[in-house]
T-cell receptor, first 116, second 111 residues
């Protein structure tokens, strides 16, 4: 299957700082990328849908000014957690797919964020 | 997306077949059934998907009932590395639509 990478895999930061997470599709061009968040012992929750060259669509309850998403190319999407607080500590996972394809989506390995 | 119902947890002996059921009684005609799994602290891994015919690949088999209201994922010879949370998801086929995860089934493969 296709490969999706995320960087960094782990990040620890102080409260109030901003953290950027990168999601890359390594061997295909992803017209659409998705960002999920997963708290301990819970399922994945969709945060936003990101289409290359356009603004992201956020799910209800997700603050777009706090979670900035940029999808500048067909192989890269970034999620920036601005002014992170301890409650933002979570496992952030991206997935990538081809909007016009029947193919499924492929997930990155996830980024674990710990805000102190 | 149509919702799915899965058992919370299941055990399976190593080397035996693991049969994971999923109910999706409100599935629409254009929605596919997808199965993913998530091993602890990793991103979800794609397993298989189907529309109405049974499907098989190197990882698993997917059996979909004729009325499409339920399906079963079969891991033919479960190993300890198959211990994970398995998610059954229904979604219209195109890749631009997000996958919405339920709670899944926690499969424990026991030696």
């Amino acid at each position: 299957g296709a490969v999706v990478s995320q960087h960094p895999s782990w990040v620890i930061c102080k409260s109030g700082t901003s953290v950027k997470i990168e999601c890359r599709s390594l061997d295909f061009q992803a017209t659409t990328m998705f960002w999920y968040r997963q708290f301990p012992k819970q399922s994945l929750m969709l945060m936003a849908t990101s289409n290359e060259g356009s603004k992201a669509t956020y799910e209800q309850g997700v603050e777009k000014d706090k979670f900035l998403i940029n999808h500048a190319s067909l192989t890269l999407s970034t999620l920036t957690v601005t002014s992170a607080h301890p409650e933002d500590s979570s496992f952030y996972i991206c997935s990538a797919g081809l909007a016009a394809s029947l193919e499924t989506q492929y997930f990155g390995p996830g980024t674990r964020l710990l805000v102190l | 997306d149509a919702k799915t119902t899965q058992p919370t947890s299941m055990d399976c002996a190593e080397g035996r077949a693991a049969n994971l059921p999923c109910n999706h009684s409100t599935i629409s005609g254009n929605e596919y059934v997808y199965w993913y799994r998530q091993i602890h602290s990793q991103g979800p891994q794609y397993i298989i998907h189907g529309l109405k015919n049974n499907e098989t690949n190197e990882m698993a088999s997917l059996i979909i009932t004729e009325d499409r209201k339920s399906s079963t994922l079969i891991l033919p010879h479960a190993t300890l590395r198959d211990t994970a949370v398995y998610y059954c998801i229904v979604r219209a086929g195109l890749g631009g639509t997000p996958l919405v995860f339920g709670k899944g089934t926690r499969l424990s493969v026991i030696a």
